[in-house]
Protein backbone atom coordinates (compact mmCIF):
# COMPACT_ATOMS: atom_id res chain seq x y z
CA UNK A 1 0.00 0.00 0.00
CA UNK A 2 2.66 2.61 0.72
CA UNK A 3 4.36 2.04 -2.40
CA UNK A 4 0.81 2.66 -4.31
CA UNK A 5 0.43 5.99 -1.79
CA UNK A 6 3.95 7.51 -2.97
CA UNK A 7 3.10 6.73 -6.85
CA UNK A 8 0.03 8.45 -6.21
CA UNK A 9 1.53 11.37 -4.21
CA UNK A 10 4.48 11.73 -6.90
CA UNK A 11 1.69 11.95 -9.20
CA UNK A 12 -0.26 14.51 -7.55
CA UNK A 13 3.05 16.47 -7.44
CA UNK A 14 3.54 16.22 -11.06
CA UNK A 15 0.00 17.80 -11.11
CA UNK A 16 0.48 20.36 -9.25
CA UNK A 17 4.14 21.59 -11.05
CA UNK A 18 2.05 21.23 -14.29
CA UNK A 19 -0.51 23.66 -12.99
CA UNK A 20 2.09 26.13 -11.27
CA UNK A 21 3.65 25.92 -14.57
CA UNK A 22 1.01 26.97 -16.40
CA UNK A 23 0.09 29.76 -13.93
CA UNK A 24 3.68 31.27 -14.11
CA UNK A 25 4.48 30.67 -17.62
CA UNK A 26 7.38 33.34 -18.52
CA UNK A 27 9.00 32.20 -15.23
CA UNK A 28 8.71 27.79 -16.30
CA UNK A 29 9.91 28.48 -19.38
CA UNK A 30 13.17 30.53 -18.54
CA UNK A 31 13.80 27.89 -16.55
CA UNK A 32 13.04 25.24 -18.76
CA UNK A 33 15.17 27.25 -21.25
CA UNK A 34 18.36 27.27 -18.96
CA UNK A 35 18.04 23.63 -18.38
CA UNK A 36 16.86 22.59 -22.02
CA UNK A 37 20.55 24.58 -23.74
CA UNK A 38 22.63 22.89 -21.25
CA UNK A 39 21.56 19.38 -22.48
CA UNK A 40 21.20 20.25 -25.85
CA UNK A 41 24.78 21.51 -25.10
CA UNK A 42 25.92 18.23 -23.89
CA UNK A 43 24.01 15.88 -26.06
CA UNK A 44 25.34 17.69 -29.36
CA UNK A 45 29.38 17.77 -28.04
CA UNK A 46 28.81 14.28 -26.70
CA UNK A 47 27.45 13.29 -30.32
CA UNK A 48 30.13 14.88 -32.30
CA UNK A 49 32.61 13.36 -29.79
CA UNK A 50 31.56 10.07 -30.09
CA UNK A 51 30.95 10.39 -33.97
CA UNK A 52 35.10 12.06 -34.62
CA UNK A 53 36.26 8.79 -32.66
CA UNK A 54 34.50 6.03 -34.44
CA UNK A 55 35.49 7.73 -37.42
CA UNK A 56 39.27 7.83 -36.25
CA UNK A 57 38.78 4.37 -35.17
CA UNK A 58 37.56 3.34 -38.62
CA UNK A 59 39.92 5.05 -40.81
CA UNK A 60 42.92 3.47 -38.07
CA UNK A 61 41.69 -0.24 -39.00
CA UNK A 62 40.60 1.12 -42.96
CA UNK A 63 44.66 -1.36 -43.27
CA UNK A 64 43.80 -4.21 -41.53
CA UNK A 65 43.67 -4.28 -37.36
CA UNK A 66 47.67 -5.96 -37.99
CA UNK A 67 49.43 -3.58 -40.27
CA UNK A 68 51.44 -1.77 -39.01
CA UNK A 69 54.50 1.21 -40.07
CA UNK A 70 58.03 1.90 -39.90
CA UNK A 71 58.85 5.59 -40.01
CA UNK A 72 62.09 7.63 -40.20
CA UNK A 73 60.84 9.68 -37.22
CA UNK A 74 58.44 8.68 -34.77
CA UNK A 75 55.63 10.19 -32.50
CA UNK A 76 56.77 12.19 -29.54
CA UNK A 77 55.65 15.03 -27.60
CA UNK A 78 59.10 15.95 -26.05
CA UNK A 79 60.76 19.29 -25.95
CA UNK A 80 62.85 19.73 -28.97
CA UNK A 81 65.12 23.31 -29.43
CA UNK A 82 66.84 21.94 -32.67
CA UNK A 83 70.24 20.57 -31.16
CA UNK A 84 71.05 17.27 -30.97
CA UNK A 85 70.54 16.00 -27.35
CA UNK A 86 66.93 17.18 -27.60
CA UNK A 87 66.16 15.98 -30.98
CA UNK A 88 68.25 13.15 -31.12
CA UNK A 89 65.74 11.15 -33.90
CA UNK A 90 66.30 14.38 -36.44
CA UNK A 91 69.46 12.01 -37.04
CA UNK A 92 67.92 9.45 -38.00
CA UNK A 93 69.00 8.11 -41.59
CA UNK A 94 66.15 8.25 -44.87
CA UNK A 95 64.11 4.91 -44.96
CA UNK A 96 65.68 3.20 -48.82
CA UNK A 97 64.07 0.60 -51.22
CA UNK A 98 66.86 -1.15 -50.33
CA UNK A 99 65.50 -1.63 -47.01
CA UNK A 100 62.01 -2.40 -47.78
CA UNK A 101 63.22 -4.98 -50.78
CA UNK A 102 65.03 -6.71 -47.49
CA UNK A 103 61.47 -6.68 -44.82
CA UNK A 104 59.90 -8.11 -48.22
CA UNK A 105 61.95 -11.11 -47.86
CA UNK A 106 60.59 -12.46 -44.17
CA UNK A 107 58.64 -14.82 -44.27
CA UNK A 108 56.50 -13.06 -41.23
CA UNK A 109 55.67 -10.19 -44.26
CA UNK A 110 53.59 -10.86 -46.83
CA UNK A 111 53.35 -7.09 -48.29
CA UNK A 112 55.53 -4.07 -47.98
CA UNK A 113 54.69 -0.82 -49.48
CA UNK A 114 56.49 2.21 -49.43
CA UNK A 115 54.85 5.65 -49.78
CA UNK A 116 55.01 9.61 -48.65
CA UNK A 117 53.04 12.83 -49.44
CA UNK A 118 53.88 15.99 -51.51
CA UNK A 119 51.82 19.20 -51.51
CA UNK A 120 50.96 19.83 -55.17
CA UNK A 121 48.82 22.17 -56.85
CA UNK A 122 46.63 20.91 -59.63
CA UNK A 123 45.44 22.29 -63.12
CA UNK A 124 43.06 21.18 -65.82
CA UNK A 125 43.05 23.69 -68.50
CA UNK A 126 41.36 26.45 -66.81
CA UNK A 127 40.42 24.93 -63.73
CA UNK A 128 43.13 24.73 -60.51
CA UNK A 129 43.22 23.18 -57.30
CA UNK A 130 46.06 25.24 -55.61
CA UNK A 131 46.81 22.69 -52.82
CA UNK A 132 46.29 19.28 -52.90
CA UNK A 133 47.47 16.38 -50.83
CA UNK A 134 49.31 13.53 -53.44
CA UNK A 135 50.06 10.37 -52.17
CA UNK A 136 52.98 8.14 -53.45
CA UNK A 137 52.65 4.49 -53.36
CA UNK A 138 54.18 1.24 -54.54
CA UNK A 139 51.73 -0.40 -57.24
CA UNK A 140 50.70 -3.02 -53.82
CA UNK A 141 48.50 0.22 -53.04
CA UNK A 142 45.29 -2.01 -53.62
CA UNK A 143 46.77 -4.94 -51.44
CA UNK A 144 47.69 -3.16 -48.64
CA UNK A 145 44.92 0.06 -48.25
CA UNK A 146 41.70 -1.46 -50.94
CA UNK A 147 40.95 1.47 -52.63
CA UNK A 148 36.70 1.56 -53.32
CA UNK A 149 36.99 2.52 -57.39
CA UNK A 150 34.42 4.38 -58.67
CA UNK A 151 35.94 4.33 -62.61
CA UNK A 152 38.83 3.25 -64.26
CA UNK A 153 41.67 0.98 -62.59
CA UNK A 154 44.90 1.81 -59.75
CA UNK A 155 48.23 2.09 -61.45
CA UNK A 156 50.24 -1.67 -62.93
CA UNK A 157 53.59 -2.47 -61.23
CA UNK A 158 55.28 -1.73 -64.75
CA UNK A 159 53.63 1.59 -64.89
CA UNK A 160 54.58 2.13 -61.34
CA UNK A 161 58.46 0.59 -61.85
CA UNK A 162 58.70 2.75 -64.88
CA UNK A 163 57.65 6.12 -62.88
CA UNK A 164 54.55 6.26 -65.80
CA UNK A 165 52.74 9.89 -65.48
CA UNK A 166 49.25 8.08 -64.31
CA UNK A 167 47.67 9.17 -61.44
CA UNK A 168 43.79 8.07 -59.99
CA UNK A 169 42.41 10.95 -58.02
CA UNK A 170 39.12 10.54 -55.66
CA UNK A 171 35.75 11.76 -56.30
CA UNK A 172 35.97 15.70 -54.87
CA UNK A 173 39.06 15.98 -57.30
CA UNK A 174 37.42 14.84 -60.23
CA UNK A 175 33.72 17.07 -59.70
CA UNK A 176 36.42 20.18 -59.18
CA UNK A 177 38.17 19.33 -61.93
CA UNK A 178 36.32 17.82 -64.79
CA UNK A 179 32.92 18.28 -63.33
CA UNK A 180 30.26 15.89 -65.08
CA UNK A 181 33.17 14.94 -67.87
CA UNK A 182 34.64 11.85 -68.01
CA UNK A 183 38.03 11.95 -66.22
CA UNK A 184 39.64 8.99 -68.03
CA UNK A 185 42.06 9.86 -70.02
CA UNK A 186 42.50 13.06 -69.37
CA UNK A 187 45.62 14.77 -68.78
CA UNK A 188 46.33 17.22 -65.53
CA UNK A 189 49.75 19.24 -64.77
CA UNK A 190 50.86 18.40 -61.08
CA UNK A 191 53.04 21.09 -59.89
CA UNK A 192 54.87 20.44 -56.41
CA UNK A 193 54.67 23.05 -53.38
CA UNK A 194 57.94 22.07 -52.14
CA UNK A 195 61.78 22.31 -52.85
CA UNK A 196 62.09 22.50 -56.26
CA UNK A 197 58.13 23.20 -57.66
CA UNK A 198 59.00 21.05 -60.77
CA UNK A 199 55.58 20.16 -62.47
CA UNK A 200 54.64 17.59 -64.87
CA UNK A 201 51.97 16.66 -67.35
CA UNK A 202 49.83 13.43 -65.65
CA UNK A 203 46.89 11.06 -67.36
CA UNK A 204 44.03 9.90 -65.19
CA UNK A 205 43.73 6.39 -65.07
CA UNK A 206 41.08 5.84 -62.17
CA UNK A 207 38.68 7.36 -59.80
CA UNK A 208 38.23 5.95 -56.39
CA UNK A 209 35.29 6.99 -53.68
CA UNK A 210 37.65 8.40 -50.44
CA UNK A 211 35.35 8.21 -47.24
CA UNK A 212 35.80 11.61 -45.46
CA UNK A 213 36.73 11.40 -41.99
CA UNK A 214 37.81 14.04 -39.11
CA UNK A 215 41.61 13.75 -39.51
CA UNK A 216 41.32 14.10 -43.40
CA UNK A 217 39.73 17.21 -43.00
CA UNK A 218 36.07 16.27 -44.84
CA UNK A 219 35.48 16.47 -48.55
CA UNK A 220 39.04 17.43 -49.77
CA UNK A 221 40.51 16.36 -53.60
CA UNK A 222 43.10 13.45 -53.21
CA UNK A 223 45.62 12.26 -55.51
CA UNK A 224 47.31 9.16 -55.78
CA UNK A 225 50.41 8.10 -58.23
CA UNK A 226 53.37 5.57 -57.71
CA UNK A 227 56.10 6.82 -55.85
CA UNK A 228 58.29 7.17 -58.67
CA UNK A 229 56.71 8.84 -60.35
CA UNK A 230 56.30 11.69 -57.35
CA UNK A 231 60.06 11.51 -57.20
CA UNK A 232 61.25 11.65 -60.49
CA UNK A 233 58.36 13.79 -62.12
CA UNK A 234 57.81 16.26 -59.39
CA UNK A 235 61.01 16.58 -57.47
CA UNK A 236 59.29 14.99 -53.58
CA UNK A 237 62.18 13.58 -51.55
CA UNK A 238 62.33 10.54 -50.74
CA UNK A 239 63.68 11.73 -47.14
CA UNK A 240 60.01 11.71 -45.61
CA UNK A 241 58.98 8.11 -47.23
CA UNK A 242 57.31 5.48 -45.13
CA UNK A 243 56.38 1.44 -45.12
CA UNK A 244 53.23 0.00 -44.63
CA UNK A 245 54.03 -3.56 -43.63
CA UNK A 246 51.14 -6.20 -43.69
CA UNK A 247 52.07 -9.80 -41.54
CA UNK A 248 51.27 -12.70 -43.19
CA UNK A 249 48.61 -14.79 -42.72
CA UNK A 250 50.46 -17.11 -39.86
CA UNK A 251 52.23 -14.43 -38.68
CA UNK A 252 51.36 -12.04 -35.75
CA UNK A 253 51.33 -8.11 -35.77
CA UNK A 254 54.15 -8.68 -32.92
CA UNK A 255 56.44 -11.76 -34.78
CA UNK A 256 56.13 -9.31 -37.70
CA UNK A 257 57.27 -6.54 -35.80
CA UNK A 258 60.20 -7.94 -34.11
CA UNK A 259 61.20 -9.60 -37.07
CA UNK A 260 61.20 -6.36 -39.29
CA UNK A 261 62.62 -4.41 -36.27
CA UNK A 262 65.95 -7.09 -36.23
CA UNK A 263 66.40 -7.33 -39.87
CA UNK A 264 66.74 -2.83 -40.30
CA UNK A 265 68.86 -3.22 -37.34
CA UNK A 266 70.86 -4.95 -38.88
CA UNK A 267 70.63 -3.68 -42.31
CA UNK A 268 72.20 -0.51 -40.58
CA UNK A 269 74.77 -2.35 -38.02
CA UNK A 270 73.34 -1.14 -34.87
CA UNK A 271 74.73 -2.59 -32.10
CA UNK A 272 73.10 -4.40 -29.12
CA UNK A 273 72.91 -1.36 -27.04
CA UNK A 274 71.92 1.53 -29.45
CA UNK A 275 68.99 2.76 -29.71
CA UNK A 276 67.37 1.93 -33.15
CA UNK A 277 67.61 4.60 -35.25
CA UNK A 278 63.61 4.56 -37.08
CA UNK A 279 60.71 4.21 -35.38
CA UNK A 280 57.77 1.14 -35.87
CA UNK A 281 54.41 2.55 -35.32
CA UNK A 282 50.87 0.39 -34.60
CA UNK A 283 47.58 1.67 -35.15
CA UNK A 284 46.74 1.22 -31.63
CA UNK A 285 49.85 3.60 -31.06
CA UNK A 286 48.21 6.06 -33.28
CA UNK A 287 44.65 5.91 -31.59
CA UNK A 288 46.96 6.40 -28.53
CA UNK A 289 48.14 9.36 -29.47
CA UNK A 290 45.45 10.78 -30.82
CA UNK A 291 43.42 10.20 -27.53
CA UNK A 292 46.32 12.04 -25.76
CA UNK A 293 46.13 15.30 -28.60
CA UNK A 294 41.83 15.37 -28.40
CA UNK A 295 41.12 13.50 -24.78
CA UNK A 296 41.77 16.43 -23.11
CA UNK A 297 40.29 18.56 -25.43
CA UNK A 298 37.15 16.96 -25.58
CA UNK A 299 36.70 16.98 -21.57
CA UNK A 300 37.38 20.43 -21.48
CA UNK A 301 34.32 21.29 -24.54
CA UNK A 302 32.04 18.66 -22.40
CA UNK A 303 33.08 20.61 -18.76
CA UNK A 304 32.31 23.90 -20.45
CA UNK A 305 29.04 22.94 -21.73
CA UNK A 306 27.94 21.58 -18.72
CA UNK A 307 27.57 24.73 -17.25
CA UNK A 308 24.79 25.49 -19.08
CA UNK A 309 23.38 22.61 -16.45
CA UNK A 310 24.37 25.06 -13.56
CA UNK A 311 22.88 28.22 -14.55
CA UNK A 312 19.36 26.15 -14.95
CA UNK A 313 20.01 24.70 -11.63
CA UNK A 314 20.35 28.41 -10.22
CA UNK A 315 17.16 29.09 -12.31
CA UNK A 316 15.44 26.47 -10.15
CA UNK A 317 16.50 27.63 -6.95
CA UNK A 318 14.93 31.23 -7.80
CA UNK A 319 11.92 30.24 -9.39
CA UNK A 320 10.90 27.41 -6.85
CA UNK A 321 11.68 29.95 -3.45
CA UNK A 322 9.50 32.81 -5.56
CA UNK A 323 6.90 29.75 -5.74
CA UNK A 324 6.99 28.86 -2.30
CA UNK A 325 6.51 32.68 -1.37
CA UNK A 326 3.31 32.82 -3.22
CA UNK A 327 1.98 29.55 -2.14
CA UNK A 328 2.68 29.71 1.47
CA UNK A 329 -1.17 30.05 2.29
CA UNK A 330 -1.70 26.99 0.35
CA UNK A 331 1.08 25.36 2.51
CA UNK A 332 -0.30 26.10 5.12
CA UNK A 333 -3.97 24.78 4.67
CA UNK A 334 -2.15 21.75 2.80
CA UNK A 335 -0.49 21.31 6.88
CA UNK A 336 -3.46 22.41 8.88
CA UNK A 337 -5.67 19.57 7.06
CA UNK A 338 -2.64 16.63 7.77
CA UNK A 339 0.04 16.85 5.15
CA UNK A 340 3.11 16.61 6.71
CA UNK A 341 6.95 17.61 6.27
CA UNK A 342 7.69 15.28 4.12
CA UNK A 343 4.69 15.39 2.07
CA UNK A 344 5.68 19.09 1.57
CA UNK A 345 9.11 18.42 1.29
CA UNK A 346 8.15 15.35 -1.73
CA UNK A 347 6.00 17.85 -3.48
CA UNK A 348 8.33 20.96 -4.44
CA UNK A 349 10.89 18.54 -5.18
CA UNK A 350 8.33 16.62 -7.96
CA UNK A 351 7.84 20.33 -9.20
CA UNK A 352 11.76 20.99 -9.61
CA UNK A 353 12.00 17.76 -11.14
CA UNK A 354 9.45 18.54 -13.09
CA UNK A 355 10.66 21.52 -14.45
CA UNK A 356 14.45 20.18 -14.81
CA UNK A 357 13.08 16.91 -16.63
CA UNK A 358 10.96 18.79 -19.20
CA UNK A 359 13.88 21.23 -20.46
CA UNK A 360 16.12 18.27 -20.61
CA UNK A 361 13.57 16.35 -22.77
CA UNK A 362 13.48 19.19 -25.09
CA UNK A 363 17.11 19.85 -24.83
CA UNK A 364 17.88 16.23 -25.51
CA UNK A 365 15.06 16.36 -28.54
CA UNK A 366 16.93 19.04 -30.34
CA UNK A 367 20.30 17.71 -29.97
CA UNK A 368 19.36 15.00 -31.48
CA UNK A 369 18.12 16.64 -34.60
CA UNK A 370 21.57 18.85 -34.79
CA UNK A 371 23.67 15.67 -34.45
CA UNK A 372 21.36 14.19 -37.51
CA UNK A 373 22.11 16.94 -39.60
CA UNK A 374 25.51 16.95 -38.47
CA UNK A 375 25.84 13.23 -39.40
CA UNK A 376 24.14 14.39 -42.95
CA UNK A 377 25.98 17.47 -43.79
CA UNK A 378 29.35 16.64 -42.58
CA UNK A 379 31.82 14.09 -42.24
CA UNK A 380 31.45 13.56 -38.92
CA UNK A 381 29.55 10.36 -38.32
CA UNK A 382 27.82 12.36 -35.09
CA UNK A 383 25.14 9.90 -33.34
CA UNK A 384 24.04 10.50 -29.81
CA UNK A 385 25.45 7.48 -27.97
CA UNK A 386 22.79 5.81 -25.10
CA UNK A 387 25.48 6.69 -22.49
CA UNK A 388 24.78 10.39 -23.11
CA UNK A 389 21.24 10.52 -23.07
CA UNK A 390 20.91 8.44 -19.58
CA UNK A 391 24.16 11.02 -18.61
CA UNK A 392 21.39 13.93 -19.80
CA UNK A 393 18.52 13.17 -18.21
CA UNK A 394 19.93 12.00 -14.94
CA UNK A 395 22.40 15.14 -14.53
CA UNK A 396 18.41 17.13 -15.21
CA UNK A 397 16.87 14.83 -12.15
CA UNK A 398 20.35 15.23 -10.13
CA UNK A 399 19.61 19.36 -10.85
CA UNK A 400 15.99 19.53 -9.75
CA UNK A 401 16.85 17.55 -6.45
CA UNK A 402 19.89 19.09 -5.73
CA UNK A 403 18.88 22.65 -6.50
CA UNK A 404 15.21 22.37 -5.55
CA UNK A 405 16.34 21.12 -2.05
CA UNK A 406 16.98 24.88 -0.30
CA UNK A 407 13.04 25.74 -1.40
CA UNK A 408 11.65 22.69 -1.00
CA UNK A 409 13.07 22.66 2.66
CA UNK A 410 12.00 25.97 3.43
CA UNK A 411 8.12 25.20 2.37
CA UNK A 412 8.52 21.82 4.67
CA UNK A 413 9.45 23.94 7.26
CA UNK A 414 6.93 26.71 7.18
CA UNK A 415 4.77 27.02 10.44
CA UNK A 416 1.22 26.24 9.67
CA UNK A 417 -0.53 29.19 11.73
CA UNK A 418 2.28 31.14 10.71
CA UNK A 419 1.48 30.18 7.17
CA UNK A 420 -1.89 30.21 7.10
CA UNK A 421 -1.91 34.04 8.37
CA UNK A 422 0.53 35.02 5.38
CA UNK A 423 -0.68 37.69 3.07
Not at 126 to 146: E, M
Not at 327 to 347: F, N, P
Not at 350 to 355: D, G, K, Q, R, S
Not at 362 to 385: D, E, N
Request: charged content about 20%.
Amino acid sequence: MKFWDRLRMSLEGVGIAIDAMRANRVRAALTILGVAVGVFAVVVISAAVHGINASVAKQFESAGPTTFFVQRFPITFEACDGTTDTCKWRSNPELTFSEADALKRLPTVAEVGARMGWATQVKYRDRSLPQVQTLGITSNWPVLNPPEMVDGRVFTEQEARAAAPVVVINTTAKERLFGDEDALGKEIVLTGLQGSARGAPFVVVGVFKDNASFLQGGETPRIVTSIFALSRKIGARTRWMGFIIKPSETSTQDEAMDDVQSTLRAVRGLRPGRESNFAIITQGKLLETYNKIFGMFFLVMIALSSVGLLVGGVGVVAIMMISVTERTREIGVRKAIGATRAIILWQFLVEAVTLTASGALIGLLIGWGVAAIVRLTTPIPASVPPLAVAAALGASAITGVLFGMIPALRASQLDPVAALRYE
